[in-house]
């Protein structure tokens, strides 16, 4: 161990960022010098998904103790996946929110079971942070709960949808029949297969030939297209989708990167 503890701590909250958080905040029974070194972690994530409520409560209160006294300069994410307790009320996830949205967070990802029918776990300094650049918050409603959305028109709806990378505003489509087209009115478009594997690749292929002629939005202000070299990805595959795009004659504006030689031939 004293090997370990000679290595600055600067290497050392770097090996702390491949633990766990539960297993990182850990260490700091270890010794006085490593009491602290966890909450130098640019990235936490807390789960009381298999929590008995006595543990979830110990959690809600190291939350509160910690969170606030966090040393790294910024936290690049936080994430919360919560179950449906009393000890993670909205209010006690409106102040985690606040909370890291003062520290600096980049990403802010809260999962929550379930939730009263009124809910507002959005603080005011959410809508002016600067560092925030990605925010998910995921939670199961009740059918009863998820009808307020479906009231909204689906003019609407079909705005919050731009808000979403093209890839989640479509799988949306499956929550019931009205939402099936919805993203179809989607004003940008953006395709990337960079991380998908060769069937992946085929099912995207697919995908972009039934639905582009059929997409619905009067004008599609942008199509981005980020391709690999896929044999499913073909200069004549290539040629079709830009000249289907063009045959839309209110497409405005078309980006391709092609990731293959081939298609400079």
């Known amino acids: 161990m004293d090997k370990v503890s000679r290595l600055p701590d600067e290497l050392l909250v770097k090996v702390l960022t491949f633990l766990p958080t539960k297993e990182a905040v850990s260490t700091s029974i270890l010794s006085k010098r490593w009491e602290h070194l966890w909450m130098w972690l640019p990235k936490l994530e807390y789960d009381d998904q298999h929590y008995s409520e006595s543990e979830r409560k110990r959690l ?3 939350i509160v103790r910690s969170l606030p006294l966090h040393k790294a300069h910024v936290i690049e ?79 609407l709806i079909a705005k919050v949808l731009t808000f979403l990378p093209t890839k989640e505003a479509v799988s949306t489509s499956i929550l019931s029949k009205r939402w099936e087209h919805l993203w179809m009115w989607l004003p940008k478009l953006e395709y990337d297969d960079q991380h998908y594997s060769e069937s992946e690749r085929k099912r995207l292929r697919c995908f972009i030939v039934r ?55």
């Open 60 to 62: 809600r209160c190291f």
């Open 211 to 265: 639905s582009l002629p059929l997409h619905k939005a009067h004008v599609i202000e942008s199509l981005r297209l980020k391709l690999s070299n896929s044999h499913y990805f073909k200069p004549q595959v290539i040629k079709w989708i830009v000249a289907t795009a063009v045959s839309r004659k209110y497409v405005s504006w078309i980006s391709l990167t092609m990731i293959t030689p081939e298609f400079l031939e």
């Open 77 to 155: 994410s936080l994430r919360f996946k919560l179950s449906n307790s009393h000890y993670f009320k909205p209010q006690v996830i409106k102040w985690i929110v606040a909370t890291a949205v003062s520290r600096n967070v980049l990403e802010l990802d809260i999962s929550c079971s379930s939730y009263p029918e009124k809910l507002n776990i959005l603080p005011s300094n959410l809508y002016t942070s600067k560092s925030l650049v990605i925010l998910k918050l995921e939670r199961s409603l009740k059918e009863r709960h998820m009808d307020k959305i479906s009231k909204l028109p689906d003019e």
